[in-house]
């Protein structure tokens, strides 16, 4: 990822992929259960459903933000294709995550993407404390993202490729 100066307004991305030896319909039942992800993540703790299909809070922690619960919206869920939900406000969520699965080689082309903001998260009370430094800490945040989702990737690929 190159450091583009994205200030958080500019709802900034980052985005990881992988090869899985295995069918989109194989990988789906993995990436699309939520209740799977705590285990691939060191900083989401716990998620479950309110409403199934639609809606599930999750439970984060983090050494410099605390611990923190938000409900997620499920924005899009095309099996075997795409898994996307919006955090605290689909209308103006403070993150954006999306799973898409695409046929590729004999396998599946597994990425997961993410989009800071437009809507207020942890991250803003940090910018509102330091506004001088709002680039430096959008781009920190978007490494942190792009590693967790490299091993997110990783341990879905390990988990569905050693059946």
Same mark, same amino acid.
């Given at each position: 990822?190159?450091?583009?100066?994205?200030?958080?307004?500019?709802? +900034? !991305?980052?985005?990881?992929?992988?090869?899985? &030896?295995?069918?989109?319909? &194989?990988?789906? +039942?993995?990436?699309?259960? %939520?209740?799977?992800?705590? =285990?691939?993540?060191?900083?989401? @703790?716990?998620?479950?459903?309110?409403?199934?299909? $639609? !809606?599930?809070?999750?439970? =984060? #922690?983090?050494?410099?933000?605390?611990?923190?619960?938000?409900?997620?919206?499920?924005?899009?869920?095309?099996? +075997? $294709?795409?898994?996307?939900?919006?955090?605290?406000? +689909?209308?103006?969520?403070?993150? %954006?995550? #999306?799973? !898409?699965?695409?046929? &590729?080689?004999?396998?599946?082309?597994? =990425? @997961?993407?993410? @989009?800071?903001?437009?809507?207020?998260?942890?991250? =803003?009370?940090?910018? &509102?404390?330091?506004?001088?430094?709002? @680039? #430096?800490?959008?781009?920190?945040?978007? $490494?942190?993202?792009? !590693?967790?989702?490299?091993?997110?990737?990783?341990?879905?690929?390990?988990?569905?490729? #050693?059946?």
């Amino acid at each position: 990822m190159e450091w583009t100066g994205a200030r958080y307004a500019d709802k +900034p !991305t980052a985005e990881v992929s992988t090869w899985i &030896d295995a069918a989109p319909e &194989d990988v789906w +039942p993995v990436v699309s259960d %939520i209740g799977l992800m705590p =285990s691939l993540s060191s900083e989401l @703790q716990a998620v479950e459903w309110c409403e199934v299909g $639609r !809606t599930f809070v999750g439970r =984060s #922690k983090h050494d410099a933000f605390g611990e923190w619960e938000t409900t997620s919206y499920v924005v899009e869920c095309e099996e +075997p $294709r795409v898994f996307a939900w919006a955090v605290a406000d +689909p209308a103006e969520p403070s993150a %954006i995550w #999306k799973f !898409t699965l695409e046929p &590729d080689n004999g396998g599946t082309r597994l =990425s @997961q993407w993410m @989009q800071m903001g437009p809507g207020r998260s942890g991250l =803003s009370f940090a910018i &509102d404390r330091m506004p001088e430094k709002e @680039q #430096k800490i959008v781009f920190v945040r978007l $490494r942190e993202f792009e !590693t967790a989702m490299t091993g997110n990737l990783a341990a879905i690929k390990d988990r569905i490729e #050693k059946r």
